[in-house]
């Protein structure tokens, strides 16, 4: 097997929100021995792991039928990487006070920070245990902490893409060799602002090819190009492959560092730059602290419990009149909060920043419901479409939330997924929940869920999960005094034949208890999504009543159609006749 010639992000679970309620599960298991098997050589702890995951609501991902222990192991790798969860040297399995903390819940983004700012190459996940030794470089040749060096990387380039964090930093083990990165990266974007187009991809993708060819000489000279998950037969395949699971690792990258709060994405939405809201943070980490990586990343009790530690690091503002001095600026009555312990006052100030963050939505909201954001929104639309952000699902959500926020006359458009401090996305809607929930008032609302998946894969993992969302919705709705109607939107950009009549079912022939009768979910390609918001953003005043309108229209074409596939060539047609009578000024 080919030793790794990068540091690495696991890449599930995709979130760094995932983390929390699967650690959680494995809790449960704290101090069983990991390893130990049944009669049948199957490892007992780790297929339960694996079975419980697959039970938990907010779990999103595959559990391996043939191997489920490789799953559950799959899972522990973030927890392990990041200090929350160890395998003892007894094999038992540990749960660190870092890890308690998180499944708490307790200022996680400062928890987040400390770990990652801990996080060392070499340690016992990588390089440390007689297990992974032979996969990482000499430990004599690995010295460095990602996460802290990327950050400079960052603020020296103004911002890093997606590629110039595969390419250039991931293959980086010594913090000696940082600067080089950089200078490598600015010749790079010298280069590549010469070309446009085609050209300009294919400097990229021969750029990557160059440099991984260099970096992996040695396993390409002398034949071992095999790899854990897959076999590769030629260099060009192996190549390939490492070119590929860098890309990923880089998305993993832009994800869990962003978890700090100190990054979010590039004007472009392509990568990673500093948060405006804290430079100065930035700043005091890399002008104040010092990074050196700890001798005993061989002694598993040992690292860990210095890893796993949620104290350490000290940040540059933790002093206590520092945080008394923030408090102050937040608006916080100094005689109040002089009184306050550190651990009170950092709840203090982070429950007055949730609030500042919560002004700053409202703010943006009011904002985009000018005229002046639907090309913006509509643009986005399209780069979703080509891929040109970071997260294209991601985005998806977002950008439809903003679509149905510039609308406007609605209580409220509430948002599942979760936004950073600079009200960029930052986490998909969680599995229970619909993605976009718009409450226009007490007599309807309006849940969004959207998807990129087209063909089979569609139907097989959108159907029956938005369906239980919204019925299950509409259910709680059925308890209230003064139920209000409940509606469904589909958007894709294309739409399954059988997700279609999947949907036309439960509208017309399949009443649930479950969800208190018959479910109304339309399904709506993202051009027929966007034409309707362009169409309402033309109006000289858009009103509740015209969606509403609409929206009764194509459920009722259930009454006069016979299936999904009469209901899906009626839609287009409805929407048309709809645009008419408003245009007319009906």
């Known amino acids: 097997m080919a030793v790794s010639r990068t540091w690495y992000v696991p890449c599930s679970p995709r979130s760094p929100e995932k983390i929390a309620p699967e650690l959680g599960v494995l809790a449960q298991l704290e101090g069983v021995p990991w390893r130990e098997r049944d009669w049948s050589g199957a490892l007992i702890h780790q297929v339960a792991f694996a079975n419980s995951l697959r039970q938990l609501e907010t779990f999103e991902g595959n559990i391996s ?30 749960i660190t006070a870092a890890g308690n903390r998180l499944i708490a819940g307790i200022r996680t983004q400062e928890l987040f920070l400390k770990q990652l700012l801990k996080w060392q190459y070499p340690s016992w996940q990588h390089g440390g245990s007689p297990r992974t030794k032979s996969h990482y470089p000499p430990a004599s040749q690995m010295s460095i902490f990602p996460f802290a060096e990327t950050l400079r990387a960052c603020r020296e380039l103004e911002g890093l893409s997606k590629e110039e964090i595969a390419i250039f930093l991931l293959p980086v083990f010594n913090s000696a060799d940082v600067s080089a990165a950089i200078q490598a990266i600015l010749d790079f974007r010298l280069a590549l602002g010469e070309r446009q187009g085609r050209p300009r991809k294919e400097f990229v993708r021969d750029q990557h090819r160059e440099r991984f060819a260099m970096i992996y000489a040695q396993e390409i000279n002398t034949g071992k190009i095999s790899t854990r998950e897959s076999p590769t037969a030629t260099a060009d395949a192996f190549l390939r492959k490492k ?105 203090a100030i982070e429950q007055r920043e949730y609030g500042q963050k919560a002004m ?47 609308l406007d006359d609605c209580r409220e458009a509430r948002p599942n997924f979760t936004l950073d401090d600079d009200l960029q996305p930052y986490s998909h ?158």
């Not at 039928?65 to 399995?93: E, N």
């Not at 993202?526 to 009543?545: E, G, H, N, V, Y």
Request: net charge negative; glycine share 4%.
């Open 65 to 94: 039928a043939r191997d489920p222990a490789f799953s559950a192991r799959d899972r522990l790798a973030p927890m392990q990487t990041y200090g929350f969860a160890y395998v003892d040297s007894q094999g038992r399995m540990r």
């Open 360 to 406: 700053r939505l409202e703010r943006y909201i009011a904002d985009i419901q000018s005229a002046e954001w639907v090309p913006d929104i509509l643009e986005m639309f399209r780069r979703i479409r080509q891929k040109e952000v970071v997260d294209p699902p991601l985005f998806l959500e977002w950008n439809t939330w903003r679509a149905l926020a510039a």
């Open 243 to 347: 070119m590929r699971n860098s890309l990923d690792v880089a998305d993993a990258v832009i994800r869990y560092f962003r978890a700090t709060g100190l990054f979010t994405l590039s004007a472009d939405f392509h990568g990673l730059r500093i948060s405006p809201l804290h430079r100065a943070e930035v700043d005091h980490i890399l002008d104040r602290m010092t990074f050196t990586p700890v001798d005993f990343y061989n002694d598993v009790d040992l690292f860990y419990s210095y890893f796993g530690n949620p104290d350490t690091p000290l940040l540059p503002w933790e002093e206590h009149a520092q945080l008394i001095e923030r408090a102050v600026a937040l608006g916080l009555p100094e005689q109040k909060v002089q009184r306050f312990s550190v651990v009170e006052l950092k709840d």
């Open 429 to 586: 809607a969680p599995g229970n929940k619909a993605d976009v929930e718009v409450e226009y008032n007490d007599t309807f609302a309006v849940l969004v869920e959207v998807t990129l998946q087209g063909g089979a894969k569609q139907y097989d993992t959108e159907g029956e999960p938005v369906t239980r969302h919204i019925g299950r919705f509409q259910w709680q709705e059925r308890q209230k005094p003064k139920p209000r109607a409940v509606y469904g939107l589909f958007i894709a950009p294309s739409i399954n034949p059988n997700t279609q009549h999947y949907f036309y079912v439960h509208m017309k022939h399949m009443p649930n208890p479950d969800f208190g009768g018959l479910v109304n979910i339309i399904p709506l390609t993202l051009d027929q999504f966007m034409d309707i918001f362009q169409f309402c953003k033309s109006l000289p005043a858009f009103r509740r009543t015209m969606l509403r309108d609409l929206l009764d229209c194509l459920v009722g074409l259930k009454d006069s159609t016979s299936d999904g596939n009469e209901w899906r060539q009626q839609i287009p047609v409805t929407i048309e006749a709809w645009k008419q009578r408003y245009r007319s000024g009906v």
